[in-house]
T-cell receptor, first 112, second 113 residues
């Protein structure tokens, strides 16, 4: 399973755009990239998933370059409620026969 | 409502007293898994299951057991809990694999005295 590397923490202010980059140099052909958000004492919550290029939903965008060795989660106009830990995961969409490591994630702190 | 239900939410026990944390999903998901979360260590996978009677170890399986007798249920069993198993535990499920969207339960905070 591809290992991912993310910044430990990031700071931002309300209303700004936040970009969190994840490195996954050993990503495999069948691997998808998925981002989760976790608030204290709650289970992680799915944000967005993609395979290549750009994916956008109502809360975020995911940018994946052609070589797929990294990905960037973009949160537009963050608010205080976006303060959370964000995890980048890489995994085969169709295979469950492997461990799934979340890593330590990126702690995003949004200030007024 | 689609959900993963864990019980109990909080549990305090003593060393050596067997306990079970239940996990149930109502989405007919094939894949289920258990994680523990400790400060500074992120989420670590304990066990996972791809289907009924198919389970396998994750990164930190020592001291834990699981079973998957029914598709919807995936209990976590601590035969002889120890203080180092004090942690926040999460159950999760997905439709068919680890690359799919995972749905998490609300967590079980376990304290072993």
């Amino acid at each position: 399973l591809a290992k991912t590397t993310q910044p430990i923490s990031m700071d931002s202010y309300e209303g700004q755009e936040v970009n969190i980059t994840c490195s996954h140099n050993n990503i495999a052909t069948n691997d998808y990239i998925t981002w989760y958000q976790q608030f204290p004492s709650q289970g992680p919550r799915f944000i967005i998933q993609g395979y290549k290029t750009k994916v956008t939903n109502e809360v975020a965008s995911l940018f994946i370059p052609a070589d797929r060795k990294s990905s960037t989660l973009s949160l537009p106009r963050v608010s205080l409620s976006d303060t959370a830990v964000y995890y980048c995961l890489v995994g085969d969409m169709y295979s469950g026969y492997s461990t799934l490591t979340f890593g330590k994630g990126t702690m995003l702190l949004v200030s007024p | 409502e689609a959900q993963v239900t864990q019980n109990p939410r909080y549990l305090i026990t003593v060393t050596g007293k067997k306990l079970t944390v239940t996990c149930s999903q109502n989405m007919n998901h094939e894949y289920m898994s258990w994680y523990r979360q400790d400060p500074g260590l992120g989420l670590r996978q304990i066990y996972y299951s791809m289907n009924v009677e198919v389970t396998d170890k994750g990164d930190v399986p020592e001291g834990y057991k699981v079973s998957r007798k029914e598709k919807r249920n995936f209990p976590l069993i601590l035969e002889s809990p120890s203080p180092n198993q004090t942690s926040l535990y999460f159950c999760a499920s997905s439709l068919s694999g680890i690359g799919e969207k995972l749905f998490f339960g609300s967590g079980t905070q376990l304290s072993v005295l």
